[in-house]
Each structure stands twice: as C-alpha cells, then as structure tokens.
C-alpha cells in the first residue's frame, strides 16, 4: 500500500547519484517473514558495485571478474556461464552487462541464497556501498543520515484494484437474516463482484463521521447492512458502463435511510422498554 507519493527531489540520494524510487518499511518484510526480499536488495547491490567496477576494465578482465563473482553470488548463474566458450561469445556477454546491466539468474531453491554468500562477498570486495543519503524533510531543508542506507533494485509487481473492473465492486454476502455473513471458499470466485469488503468497524465510523459526517456514515452502513439497498446498489454498479461515476447509486427516495437490519434490531430492543429513535432533521 502506498501511503504517500513525493516528489523526485524529495527521495533519498546516496553519494553516487542514485535515487531511490520507493521507500519501505523494513520491519514490514520481516512481519510477513519475505526474508527473501533482503538478500534480492543486498545482491542487486554487489551487482551494481561489480557493473562499477567493469566499466573501465578491458574483455577479458571483465570477463574474469564477472565469472569470479558469480561463481560467489550464484551457482546456476555460474554454471550458464559455461556455454560461452568462445571469446567472441565471452566479448558479447561482457558488452552487453556494460551496456544493460547484470540481470542476475538467481532462483528461490538456489543454495546461493543465505549468510555465507553475505560473508564470501564481503571477503572478495563485492559487497554494496551503502552509506548516507540525503533527503527532502518535512520542513523543506536536506536532510542527511546518520547511518548507512543501501539504495539498490527489488522487483515489484505492481497490483492495481480499480473501478473499471467488476472485480473491483464489493458487495457483502448476506445470510438469512439479511446482515453480512462470513464467507467460504467457493465464494471467492462464484461472482464476479466480491462478497468480503473491507471492514468498517467502530473506529472508522468515528473517525469518518468527524471528516464526512453522520448522512455518509450512515449511507456506507446501510449499503451493506440492507439487504434492499445492497441489491439495489450491486445492481447499479454491474450494468454501468464503467463502475464510476455512477450518479445515484443508491436512491432514497425509494429506500430511504434507517432500514439496514442491526439498526432495526436496535430499534426494536430500544421499543421494548419505551424508547424510540426519531431522526433529527439536520443534514
């Protein structure tokens, strides 16, 4: 999740120019236990180093130099190595790494992957420079680190939910009483509309109430909680044409507010003892 976007001259600069693209929360890899994508950013890292280090060398110290190091950071790399046999393929290889880069071939399984790679790398020099980066504070002025920041590549695929799609749409299962109900497994792809959308508990209903308030509140709850207006709403959002822009997506003059089934049974608790809601009036 994205939770805030700045400007290129904002983000971090190491001491060659480099900038990054994207800030992450390291902690976050390790509660989700993708310790896998620690070693990927320190090993494309070395491999920037060793693309540094090349670019002046002739051929065949670059070819030497790249056999040696992936000889340390991966063994199936290594091992493709050795269907260049001749110096004109070795020459090629050698280009096209200065030219585009080291594209590293390192898969999951491959036993490269751990702390003594770390080491072995560490020993022969290929370890990454990481150092202090500079960066765009709140306040407008530079900011430089104190401690040592690595600037290097992961891959990210890039996951992108919006309203063009009708997997975008949500729409809650409902059981026989007509309130959300949880969900199985063949009620994942039974539809094309998702029947789980996201939680909207009492925390968020405070803290919306006090930016939108208490009329869009009560719409969003509504929505789910009333087995008419969800119908009505599901419906409108899978016959337009784009899933937004809907102008009224659900209509109150035909279902007005105040018929999503835990508020009637709130209602009907508060009748049994004499006490009934009436709405106030006020927008």
């Known amino acids: 999740m994205v939770c805030d976007i700045w400007p290129d001259e904002r983000m971090p600069v190491d001491k060659n120019g480099v900038r990054a693209h994207l800030i992450m929360d390291p902690l976050s890899i390790l509660k989700r236990l993708n310790i896998g994508t620690w070693y990927e950013h320190y090993f494309n890292g070395a491999c920037r180093k060793v693309e540094s280090m090349i670019s002046n060398m002739n051929n065949k110290e670059a070819w030497d130099k790249l056999n040696h190091f992936f000889s340390i950071i991966s063994e199936p790399h290594h091992e493709a190595l050795s269907d260049f046999t001749t110096d004109e393929d070795k020459n090629g290889y050698v280009q096209d790494v200065k030219k585009d880069g080291i594209h590293l071939y390192l898969p999951p399984w491959s036993p490269s992957i751990g702390q003594?790679?770390?080491?072995?790398l560490i020993q022969n020099g290929y370890d990454p420079e990481a150092g202090s980066v500079s960066y765009?504070?709140?306040?407008g002025q530079q900011v430089v680190?104190?401690?040592?920041v690595l600037v290097a590549n992961i891959y990210i695929i890039l996951l992108d939910k919006i309203g063009e799609y009708s997997t975008a749409v949500t729409g809650a299962k409902l059981q026989q009483n007509g309130v959300p109900s949880k969900i199985q497994a063949m009620d994942?792809?039974?539809n094309l509309h998702r029947k789980q959308p996201v939680r909207f508990g009492e925390t968020e209903m405070r803290l919306l109430t006090a930016i939108v308030g208490p009329r869009a509140v009560a719409n969003l709850l509504d929505w789910s909680n009333n087995p008419d207006s969800h119908k009505y709403g599901v419906r409108n959002l899978l016959d337009s044409e784009d899933g937004i822009n809907i102008k009224?997506?659900?209509?109150?003059k035909q279902l007005p507010l105040g018929g999503h089934r835990p508020l009637q049974l709130l209602k009907n608790l508060f009748e049994c003892s004499g006490v009934k809601f009436k709405a106030s009036g006020k927008k």
């Open 145 to 148: 680190t104190k401690d040592p």
């Open 248 to 252: 009224t997506f659900v209509d109150r």
């Open 188 to 190: 994942r792809h039974s």
């Open 116 to 120: 003594h790679t770390i080491r072995a």
């Open 136 to 139: 765009g504070g709140f306040n």
